[in-house]
């Protein structure tokens, strides 16, 4: 597996590059649709053609118009979800690295009771009582922060004794100055690799939540809910479900490669 895809991402900076233009472009497709995600063009289910390039969903809107702006809501909750997961595991990770001893063993213990139970379970508990946006961030968290948390933890505990970190010790500077300063610029590249895994999984989850009509509602433009709303008429106009599903796949796929990619190039430079 993984030699196939560094023979398909020759250089690192590719997948990187591609998954930095998917980011940039998805919050902009909202500006270029044609049509309002709301307003009605042709009869329902109509075939690719005309005034709708892609055809028209159940309701007659121009699906076009919604793929362009269904990534934004999508992409910002996933965003969102994986940095408060990052940001947790990494400051979690960090103490139990440095400190040790009882500070590890809580926050192992910590992080073995949250992975015990599946992402997609706690997901759908929290979506009950909570919307939708903050049933993914919360789900993203208790899922993904244990995992940082454990990478982050084995990395910091092998710098304890690196000689910048003891020589910046032995001048007396603060646990925290020591922390942020050498040992957090050290993990860095692993950092970054990390947020590309939680940032699929985010999205995974939101997109989840969403088919199974738990996150946002009609007529919400969402590439994952109309995946459910174009179900029903996909023999009328296949590219209903095919439209929405090429760019959702698309940023799962850019996102995974650039992590991969990053974890790649930290595997050369150590």
Do not use: K, Y
Request: aromatic letters at 2%; a positive charge; proline letters at 8%.
């Amino acid at each position: 597996m993984f030699p196939t895809l560094r023979r398909s991402l020759p250089l690192p900076r590719g997948a990187v590059a591609v998954a930095a233009v998917v980011l940039l472009l998805v919050p902009l497709g909202r500006f270029t649709a044609p049509n309002a995600t709301d307003q009605q063009v042709a009869p329902p289910w109509t075939p690719p053609g005309g005034s709708a390039v892609l055809g028209t969903d159940a309701l007659g809107r121009d699906v076009l118009s919604r793929v362009l702006a269904g990534g934004t809501q999508l992409l910002f909750v996933s965003l969102t979800a994986a940095a408060t997961a990052v940001i947790c595991g990494t400051v979690l990770g960090l103490a139990a690295g440095w400190c040790g001893g009882r500070t590890a063993r809580a926050v192992h213990r910590l992080c073995d009771l949250l992975l015990a139970v599946p992402a997609l379970l706690i997901a759908l508990v929290l979506a009950v009582a909570l919307p939708g946006s903050t049933a993914v961030i919360v789900a993203s968290l208790l899922s993904g922060a244990p995992l940082t948390a454990r990478v982050v933890a084995a990395q910091s505990a092998h710098l304890h004794d690196s000689g910048h970190v003891r020589a910046a010790v032995e001048r007396g500077e603060r646990t925290a100055s020591v922390l942020v300063r050498e040992v957090l610029p050290a993990l860095r590249g692993l950092v970054a690799a990390d947020s590309g895994l939680r940032l699929v999984t985010a999205l995974q989850i939101a997109s989840a939540l969403a088919v199974l009509g738990l996150g946002p509602q009609p007529p919400e433009p969402d590439w994952a809910l109309m995946l459910s709303e174009n179900l029903p008429g996909v023999a009328l106009n296949p590219m209903g479900l095919l439209a929405p599903a090429i760019p959702l796949a698309g940023c799962c796929w850019a996102l995974a490669a650039a992590a991969h990619s990053l974890t790649h190039r930290t595997e050369v430079a150590v």
